[in-house]
């Protein structure tokens, strides 16, 4: 199964969001490629792992992937003001293609405004937030609304990955 996933990826990333997905899918045959603000640059993780974006934000649209991945940690307060990071979550979702989002990723999911009446799970500070923007909460380790896929932390990293691969096997 030939798939591309994209990963974001920004300063103060979740170690463990990003790289266990990235090589999770790997290990299935799958193109995995990491989007940040900027193409070649290195990111250091909230633990200060680097990882190098192969892409820029800039240089990618919604129809070269067949999924999108939202890691955690305090990257997605970045992303979620960048105008370029919401419009490709909120494209990439409008296509039905799986669009998941782990801990703190689910902010992405506000400010794209595509929570309304979704189930939805995440890191439990942000429950707030989600529930604001109209998402049913549920306190699990993976919610599937449709193409809508969320978790709570890296515990949930193999019920996340399950069930991101069971949409792109579909």
Same mark, same amino acid.
């Given at each position: 199964m030939s798939k591309k996933i994209a990963i974001l990826v920004e300063f103060n990333y979740e170690d463990?969001?990003?790289?266990?997905?990235?090589?999770?899918?790997?290990?299935?045959?799958?193109?995995?490629?990491?989007?940040?603000?900027?193409?070649?640059?290195?990111?250091? $993780?909230? @633990?200060?792992?680097?990882?190098? +974006?192969?892409?820029?934000?800039?240089?990618?649209?919604?129809?070269?992937?067949?999924?999108?991945i939202i890691p955690g940690g305090f990257a997605p307060d970045y992303w979620r003001r960048d105008k370029r990071f919401v419009d490709l979550v909120t494209e990439m979702y409008q296509s039905g293609?799986?669009?998941?989002?782990i801990c703190h990723g689910p902010w992405m999911f506000c400010s794209a405004k595509i929570l309304a009446g979704k189930?939805?799970?995440?890191?439990? $500070?942000? @429950?707030?937030?989600?529930?604001? +923007?109209?998402?049913?909460y549920e306190d699990k380790e993976v919610v599937v609304d449709g193409n809508m896929i969320t978790s709570r932390t890296p515990?949930?990293?193999?019920?996340?990955?399950k069930a991101i691969l069971a949409q792109l096997k579909q």
């Open positions: 463990l969001e990003v790289w266990y997905p990235l090589l999770r899918f790997r290990e299935e045959g799958m193109i995995t490629c990491t989007v940040g603000p900027e193409q070649g640059k290195d990111y250091l $993780s909230k @633990k200060g792992y680097p990882c190098k +974006a192969d892409r820029s934000i800039d240089s990618v649209k919604a129809e070269e992937f067949d999924a999108l293609k799986p669009t998941a989002a189930k939805a799970t995440c890191f439990y $500070s942000i @429950k707030d937030d989600l529930t604001n +923007a109209g998402a049913i515990q949930d990293l193999p019920q996340f990955c």
